[in-house]
């Protein structure tokens, strides 16, 4: 099991006693917005996400999306690699509950999952995918490095997003 530590945040794998948080996280109205609805309306819908998600991407991948706790275990957020079918690269992926932004913790986060990629996993370049419109997003992302690359189309939608990168130095 991974688990990677903070000056105040612990990132772990995401089990299914974690699906009432998942529940409440995917039904923020800015996760539904910006990330998009994956119609996770019940606590059966987040267990189901859970195991064919982020359990089934640390077997596969041995990377994954990671439950964002607090020191006293209060879940904040969710972050990690992401390894979708139609991006060479693995992204890097985050969502943080309203009472949680805009505090730093994204970011700690972020840069925890970013050196977890560089050091275990030995991974030299990420991108990242966000939604033009996700100003927040946008600046962390560049806060953190990564430089925007190109606007590509990921969905059936066909909404726009900007694809950014990241190179990690060994």
Do not use: W
Request: charged share 20%; hydrophobic share 40%.
């Amino acid at each position: 099991m991974v688990k990677i530590e903070t000056s105040r945040l612990v990132l772990s794998e995401l089990t299914t006693q974690n699906a009432a948080f998942i529940l409440k996280l995917h039904n923020d109205p800015a996760f539904i917005k910006y990330i998009g609805n994956r119609n996770i309306n019940n606590i059966e819908d987040a267990v189901n996400y859970i195991d064919s998600g982020p359990k089934r991407s640390y077997k596969v991948y041995n990377h994954g999306l990671y439950l964002v706790q607090l020191k006293n275990n209060t879940p904040i957020a969710i972050c990690g690699l992401l390894k979708r079918e139609n991006l060479d690269l693995p992204d890097i992926g985050f969502a943080t509950l309203p009472n949680y932004r805009e505090m730093g913790y994204t970011y700690e986060a972020s840069k925890a999952v970013i050196d977890d990629a560089k050091k275990r996993l030995h991974i030299n370049k990420i991108s990242a995918i966000t939604s033009p419109n996700n100003k927040a997003s946008i600046k962390l992302l560049i806060k953190l490095g990564f430089t925007f690359k190109k606007m590509i189309n990921l969905d059936l939608n066909n909404k726009p997003a900007q694809l950014y990168t990241i190179y990690l130095d060994s």
